[in-house]
C-alpha cells in the first residue's frame, strides 16, 4: 500500500475561519494519499498586513509549532509575503517547508513562457513595495539572468492592490470583492504592455477567486487572449511542490526534530 502524508497548513495570522476557508480549498480528491491539518495562530494579528505583523506573528507561532515538527512530512506557510517562519522552521527542521509566496512564484517560471511575465495581485497597497521587493530578492536568489543590469526583474511585470486587508477581503461583500479583484486585475494587464503571462493571487484569503481574476482578464483581453493567463493560486502551488519533495526525499518523513 502506498504511504500516506501528512502537511500541516500553517495560517500565522489569528483569524481561524481564514484557516478553515484554506483547508476547504485543497481539493482533497486529487491528493488521495495526503492528509492535510491547519494550524492557526491562537493569538496575534488577525491579518498580515506588513512586515511587522509578519514578525509579530512569526514569534508567536514559532514555539507552538515546534514541538509538532515530529508529526507531519512537510509545512506550508500559508501567508502571502517574505514570511520569516519559513526560514525560522527550515533552521529546524530538514523537512520540506515553503511558503506560499514562494511556491507561487516558482510556479509561474515553470508554466509561462520564456518571453512572458507573471504579476501578483493582493491586498493592501503597502504590498505593492513589499512584494516587488519579494520578487527582487527572491529572483536574484534563483539565477542573475532575471535581474536585468539597471536592477530590474525582467520577468516580473509588478502587483496590483485591492485597498483591502486579508481579513477585510476575506469578510468583503461578493460584489465588492468582484470589482475590487476585477479592477485591479484590469490595472496589471495594461501595465504590463502585452506581455503578462501569468497571475499570482497575491493573499491565502484569495484561494478560489481565481475564476473571478480569469474572467477579469477575458474582460480586458477577449476571451482567446483572456483564457490563456494563468492564474496560479499560491496554497496549491505549495502543496504540489511539497508532496513532490516529499516523495523524491521520503526518508525526511522518518528524521525526528531534536
Avoid at 30 to 36: H, L
Avoid at 63 to 71: I, M
Avoid at 198 to 227: P, R
Avoid at 231 to 249: E, P, T, W, Y
Wanted: charged share 20%.
Amino acid at each position: 500500500m502506498e504511504k500516506s502524508n501528512s502537511i500541516l497548513i500553517i495560517n500565522p495570522n489569528s483569524t481561524k475561519s481564514m484557516g478553515e476557508s484554506i483547508l476547504q480549498a485543497i481539493p482533497d480528491l486529487a491528493f488521495p494519499q495526503t492528509k492535510f491539518d491547519i494550524f492557526t495562530s491562537p493569538s496575534g494579528p488577525p491579518s498580515i498586513n506588513d512586515n511587522e505583523t509578519a514578525l509579530e506573528s512569526a514569534s508567536i507561532c514559532l514555539p507552538l509549532l515546534e514541538p509538532l515538527l515530529d508529526n507531519f512530512d512537510g509545512f506550508i506557510v500559508a501567508c502571502y509575503s517574505v514570511h520569516p517562519l519559513v526560514e525560522m522552521l527550515k533552521s529546524r527542521t530538514p523537512k520540506p517547508v515553503i511558503g506560499i509566496f514562494e511556491a507561487s512564484i516558482i510556479t509561474s517560471l515553470h508554466q509561462i513562457g520564456a518571453h512572458q511575465q507573471f504579476g501578483i495581485i493582493s491586498t493592501g497597497k503597502i504590498w505593492e513595495r513589499l512584494l516587488t521587493e519579494g520578487v527582487h530578492g527572491f529572483m536574484s536568489g534563483v539565477g542573475n539572468e532575471y535581474i536585468s543590469d539597471s536592477g530590474s526583474c525582467n520577468r516580473f511585470s509588478g502587483v496590483e492592490t485591492t485597498g483591502l486587508n486579508a481579513k477585510e477581503l476575506h469578510d468583503a461583500p461578493p460584489e465588492e470583492l468582484s470589482k475590487r479583484l476585477n479592477d485591479a486585475t484590469k490595472r496589471l494587464i495594461k501595465s504590463s504592455n502585452g506581455g503578462l503571462g501569468a497571475i499570482c493571487l497575491g493573499c491565502a484569503a484569495m484561494t478560489e477567486l481565481d475564476t473571478t481574476i480569469q474572467h477579469a482578464c477575458v474582460e480586458e483581453l477577449g476571451q482567446e487572449a483572456g483564457s490563456r493567463i494563468k492564474i496560479i493560486d499560491g496554497v496549491v502551488a505549495a502543496v504540489d511542490i511539497i508532496l513532490g519533495q516529499i516523495i523524491s526525499n521520503p526518508d525526511l518523513s522518518r528524521v525526528n526534530f531534536k
